[in-house]
């Protein structure tokens, strides 16, 4: 409970610091090489059930029965460095109560940046995986409508970011904009067992007054070792698609998001997101959001069920084997407190089904989660 | 309660009109001489950082509200809230950033006409130099 109100302290603290520092976004000095952006998400959630929630960073977000918690939290900034008219350095980072709330730093991207014109960017280092709007932008709630992201950590097949070099190209023709994306690098998966051996991703952004589509397209190679240590495959490969699209008309703004993997172990993970909104005027915006996500585990021959024990005697989990079903029904409002501050609400019923676990049987769970944000940029 | 936002919207409006309309002007060194809407929406949302002959654009813009929200508004519809999302999902993907802000005018005008590649926009009758060439009108 002290570690909890400590983070609380530092959180509120950091609030009221950094939404009084005049930089950021729309403060760069003029004449300086240096900039600085930053943003927050102070999110207090209820749980009325044992829940997992969709996480602002990579840390898994467990709420129990009950529960009230600001633990989802966030804090990030993004530190630039311009050399010249086309050479920048960006690190940019976010802070963040890990499980046992104790805060920690994660360095999220790390990058130098050239402009080789004809509005072509070549950057090198790590990135955020460029897969979908929720993977790239997890962490910074306020370009969301809605309260939480809504792909999982592990949306693009468990990898979190990657080292490499990534070629941007923006093209335009009257009203219409494209903006393609080559990243090609080694990423960094979720899982000690996976080893990334690389990966390469093409992405295809469109848009047009009030609206966009953009498609992903991702190949990944990685080696598996199972939990008893014994190399299952030296050349996994993992295929993944992805397609989102936002359409505003008139008052209403409709998102649509699908992604589709496919590797030997995971043959099936696909991911479905709705949402309709309606701005009622240039302040609140209510809409309702709904997500689905089927995964089937297969599991790999010789991996064994009976994992030996991790170093600190706890035992290791058996490989899963089976179906996992989620679903999130969501009704929320987004309220500009100001250009740079929003306040949001949302409610929303999550169930899942996991038959992977044999041994505990089919595990059901369904409860609600009621969420108050509030985020910004500074 | 009511009178009082009469009166401040009055105000308001008044003193846009009393500046004029917003244009969009380059040096007058630059080889531009005209520009569409769409084309001035693509350099200031930095979808794009050259100009249509091919030469690198540079946006610049005064570090004022009322003459930003008034510019974007009119070339893309957006609000504040709806501009800082945008800007704030391409700074943080390092895709873009928005203009570099100038605090006051005489700073401003001097960027502008100074380099051919910089590219700005001001209320019209605060234009009193030649050296300053309109691109583009608000229709």
């Known amino acids: 409970m002290q570690k909890n109100k400590i983070t609380i302290f530092i959180y509120l603290l950091g609030f009221f610091i950094l939404s009084n520092a005049r930089i950021g976004v729309s403060h760069a000095d003029e004449n300086s090489k240096w900039n600085f952006n930053g943003y927050y998400t102070v999110d207090l959630t209820y749980a009325d059930d044992d829940l997992v929630l969709v996480s602002n960073s990579k840390e898994q977000r467990s709420y129990k029965d009950g529960e009230l918690s600001l633990i989802n939290s966030i804090f990030g900034g993004q530190l630039e460095y311009s050399f010249n008219d086309k050479i920048s350095a960006f690190v940019q980072g976010s802070l963040y109560a890990d499980r046992n709330e104790s805060i920690k730093f994660n360095l999220d991207w790390a990058y130098l940046s050239y402009d080789l014109g004809h509005d072509l960017n070549m950057r090198a280092g790590r990135f955020q995986i460029p897969f979908l709007s929720g993977t790239e932008l997890r962490r910074v709630g306020f370009t969301r409508l809605w309260a939480r992201p809504l792909i999982p950590g592990n949306g693009a097949s468990g990898n979190e970011y990657h080292n490499g070099i990534e070629f941007v190209k923006h093209y335009n023709k009257g009203v219409n904009n494209w903006e393609f994306q080559l990243a090609l690098g080694q990423a960094k998966h979720e899982l000690e067992d996976v080893g990334n051996k690389g990966i390469q991703l093409f992405s295809t952004k469109y848009q047009r007054e009030n609206f966009w589509i953009r498609s992903a397209l991702m190949y990944s190679e990685f080696s598996l070792t199972s939990p008893l240590g014994v190399r299952l495959t030296d050349s996994g490969h993992a295929f993944l698609g992805s397609l989102e699209s936002e359409w505003q008309f008139d008052k209403f703004q409709l998102n649509l998001g699908y992604s589709d993997t496919q590797t030997v172990y995971v043959p099936e993970d696909k991911m479905l997101y709705a949402s309709l909104a309606y701005h009622i005027n240039d302040k609140v915006t209510p809409y309702l959001v709904g997500v689905r996500r089927n995964q089937h585990f297969e599991l790999f021959p010789n991996s064994g069920t009976s994992p030996p024990a991790n170093g600190d005697g706890t035992p290791r989990p058996i490989p899963p084997q089976g179906d996992k079903d989620g679903y999130i029904l969501g009704i929320g409002t987004r309220i500009e407190l100001s250009p740079k501050t929003t306040l949001k609400f949302q409610l929303e019923n999550i169930r899942d089904k996991d038959t992977t676990r044999v041994q505990n049987g089919i595990m059901r769970s369904d409860g609600n989660a009621f969420s108050i944000m509030l985020e910004g940029i500074f | ?139």
Do not use: C
Request: aromatic share 10%; no cysteine.
């Open chain 2, 1 to 139: 309660m009511k009178l009082i936002f009469i009166v401040l919207f009055v105000l308001v409006t008044q003193q846009s009109y009393a500046n004029g309309r917003i244009v969009v002007v380059v040096s007058d060194q630059s080889g531009i001489e005209s520009l569409d809407n769409q084309q001035v929406a693509n350099i200031f949302l930095a979808r794009t950082k050259i100009f249509p002959n091919g030469n690198h654009a540079i946006p610049v813009e005064l570090n004022d509200n009322n003459i930003r929200s008034l510019f974007y508004q009119g070339i893309s519809g957006k609000t504040p809230s709806q501009l800082n999302a945008y800007w704030t999902t391409l700074v943080f993907t390092g895709k873009g950033k928005p203009p570099k802000r100038i605090s006051d005018n005489e700073k401003l005008y001097n960027q502008l006409i100074e380099n051919p590649d910089t590219i700005g926009y001001i209320f019209e009758n605060q234009i009193h130099d030649k050296k300053l060439k309109v691109v583009y009108r608000f229709p």
